[in-house]
């Protein structure tokens, strides 16, 4: 029969006790007492929770819950309940990073302190949640410290960049077409003198425009006559007019004079056209440029392609006639004879239109020189052509390719009627990025990050003076999968996410930068260095009881405890196992999740150290393993979880030894509410959601009890 816990008669409360079945400070009356309700009148007789724990058999047991940290220092009814039936406090949030530092770095740590110091009034002790974890992050703060960074530079300085570069020299006649005046060439210099009437001539044709921008054309010029500013156009489009001008100043001496173009088209060719017009004078050009200015930048290479022939056992591409064979680990050829031609790579990505570097790892048994072409388009014959040189000594040589599509591409190495044997090891290809800021190393991640960490795990330290003893120091770091060669399941990466780039804007995976070993070495340092001498401190995962696997995260993550630890100087005290557990109505189920909550305190006992059930809560499914929400919960379901929770603590004091028994921490006190963002509307509290004791609440109390 389906029941409605929240309508429960208790009777009067004791106040300060708070061991009646509502621990409320008000007085439950209810006219319609139900024959169920019987069910729940023995929850009377039992006391607060913590008076069941055994300090003789478990002198170090702390029974522990988690609760919001303003909720406590509110110092209402979750204070008076937790201080009565807990001897911990777990803050859910409140002492996570996210909660404490904000986009710009700056650590907060009101509510902490405020927290920790109404525990420890009111005799209670606070376990801290968490150092190092890659959820609740200061995501903003963190990619700012990762950033690219700026170069050094003078920031009005400007890169000028050659697009066109001409001269007369060796000529003898005038070389582009004739606009009514044609100039001479006198001493490798373009010369005119006024014919008597207006005229203009070219003096630079066929120019590339790279792209869109701002132009300027520098023109070494003199004239016998100075003048303030002969017109000089910039034109493209012929026979259009389309054009931009400018002002050429004429001096009696040799100088380079500079005219600027604004909006000059990219991807078309212009002319440079002079208009002297009724100049009465002689001009000689001696060079003409024409130039745009970027602001400083580096080129970057970035990797699209690295392959080895290490592995390969048979040549992997299209034989075109000639086919080279692998030896050694290398593509091996030999001239046959005949002009001969092969691939070295295909199927290279080419995420962007530029320039690409080839690098071929390359030694031969004589110096030469061959064709190395980048091709795409298969079989229409577009390509770019480089040149490969090789030696007899092992060498990286790079072969540079311009304006590359965004295509698909190969490498075909062309020895043609190259007298030598030819052996590459690797190919690899980049593409160039020109930027104004440099990318962080490897090293000045990892150094950046430890420092974020050390500012943050050494501002909580000092903020809790001394106070918080026990710490998860690393929570969740362990995958459920990608097992290595031992078994041992990998820690967490943003690339192994079922959605990494959804979860880039959520987590921050730490391990990333700083690697699976100096990750946690380097938070237990930090703890250890701000931390109080006798602070213990925790590695804390889920899914440790996980029957599907058969335990092998717990497995995994007391192996890499021992990796961990391997240094001889970091030492992690305990394990923290969350257990957010569910009560299956399939017996075959239920028993198997039994037998897999025995297999890991097993697991967790033989590791030799501290155990603790750091965030026990339980929820429910039928038999078809539906989640069965509170409001259709029967009675015999709710006494099925009660038995499941008296279950899991007897265990924990039955296997653990007792110098291994941290303690236990009830992570819900009341049912989930329907808008919840943890198991929402599920039945996974002690107490309902108007503070009743439920079933679970005798099931958890007898656990301890050894009842």
């Known amino acids: 029969m389906k029941r409605n816990i929240s309508n429960i008669i208790c009777g009067v409360v004791a106040v300060c006790g708070l061991a009646s079945c509502a621990d409320t400070d008000m007085i439950n009356i209810f006219k319609d007492k139900t024959k169920n309700l019987k069910d729940y009148e023995y929850l009377n007789d039992y006391d607060a929770l913590k008076t069941f724990s055994n300090p003789k058999a478990s002198p170090n047991f702390k029974l522990g819950v988690a609760l919001e940290a303003d909720d406590y220092n509110a110092n209402g009814l979750v204070t008076r309940l937790a201080n009565a039936n807990f001897m911990e406090l777990t803050a859910g949030n409140a002492m996570k990073m996210a909660s404490c530092v904000d986009e710009n770095g700056n650590l907060n740590f009101e509510n902490v302190q405020a927290f920790v110091d109404n525990a420890e009034a009111n005799g209670v002790s606070v376990y801290g949640h968490t150092l190092a974890w890659h959820a609740q992050q200061p995501l903003k703060w963190l990619e700012k410290l990762l950033k690219d960074k700026e170069l050094d530079i003078d920031p ?83 026979g259009s007019g389309e054009s931009a001008s400018g002002k050429l100043k004429i001096t009696t001496d040799w100088t380079e004079q500079k005219v600027d173009f604004t909006g000059i088209p990219g991807g078309k060719k212009c002319n440079l056209v002079l208009q002297p017009g009724s100049y009465d004078g002689t001009l000689d050009i001696q060079t003409v440029r024409l130039v745009h200015y970027e602001s400083p930048a580096i080129e970057v290479a970035v990797n699209d392609y690295d392959y080895s022939f290490k592995d390969v056992s048979k040549f992997p591409y299209y034989v075109m006639g000639y086919e080279p064979t692998i030896v050694n680990g290398c593509l091996h050829s030999e001239n046959p004879g005949s002009w001969y031609q092969y691939f070295i790579a295909d199927n290279i990505p080419h995420p962007i239109e530029g320039t690409y570097v080839a690098t071929v790892r390359v030694k031969a048994s004589k110096a030469g020189s061959m064709a190395l072409n980048m091709g795409w388009g298969w079989g229409s014959g577009e390509s770019a052509s480089g040149t490969l040189k090789v030696d007899t000594e092992w060498k990286d040589v790079k072969v540079t390719y311009d304006n590359i599509p965004a295509k698909s591409c190969n490498l075909v190495l062309q020895p043609g009627s190259f007298d030598g044997v030819i052996d590459i090891a690797s190919v690899k290809v980049d593409h160039i990025v020109k930027m104004n800021t440099l990318p962080l190393t490897e090293k000045e991640k990892k150094d950046t990050l430890t420092y974020a960490l050390d500012k943050w795990i050494g501002g909580i330290m000092t903020a809790c003076d001394g106070k918080v003893k026990a710490w998860d120091v690393v929570n969740e770091a362990l995958s459920s999968g990608h097992a290595d060669a031992e078994g041992v399941y990998a820690l967490q990466h943003l690339k192994d996410q079922e959605d990494p780039e959804k979860a880039a804007t959520e987590s921050f995976f730490w391990q990333d930068y700083l690697g699976d070993i100096d990750y946690v070495r380097t938070a237990v340092k930090l703890a ?51 257990m957010h557990v569910t009560c299956s109505m399939n017996a075959d189920k239920q028993k198997a999740n039994e037998e897999a909550v025995v297999n890991m305190l097993n697991i967790l006992a033989g590791s030799k150290k501290l155990v603790k059930i750091s965030e026990l809560d339980m929820g429910c499914e039928d038999e078809a393993g539906n989640v069965i929400k509170t409001e259709n919960m029967t009675e015999e379901q709710h006494k099925a979880m009660s038995a499941y929770y008296k279950f899991i603590i007897e265990k924990y004091f039955e296997i653990i030894p007792a110098d291994q028994q941290y303690g236990i921490c009830q992570w819900c006190i009341t049912d989930a509410p329907t808008n919840s963002g943890w198991r929402k509307g599920e039945p996974v509290g002690l107490w309902d959601l108007d503070y009743n004791r439920k079933h679970t609440y005798g099931g958890f109390a007898d656990g301890l009890n050894g009842k």
């Not at 696997?549 to 196992?577: C, F």
């Open 156 to 238: 009005n300085a400007k890169l000028e960049k050659e697009d066109y570069s001409g001269d007369f020299v060796g000529m003898s006649k005038f070389p582009y077409y004739v606009m009514g005046y044609e100039p001479s060439i006198v001493n490798g210099c373009l010369h005119s003198e006024n014919p008597g009437s207006w005229y203009q001539y070219f003096i630079a044709d066929g120019i590339s425009i790279p792209a869109d921008g701002n132009y300027t054309a520098i023109v070494k010029v003199k004239g016998s006559v100075a003048n303030d500013g002969l017109t000089l156009n910039c034109g493209w489009g012929w």
């Open 528 to 578: 250890r260095k701000y931390g109080p001498q006798d602070m213990k401190l925790f590695i804390n995962d889920y899914n440790l009881e996980a029957a599907w696997d058969q335990n092998n995260k717990a497995k995994s993550l007391v192996a890499w405890i021992k990796r961990w630890e391997a240094d001889g100087e970091t030492k992690i005290d305990g394990i923290g196992s969350q």
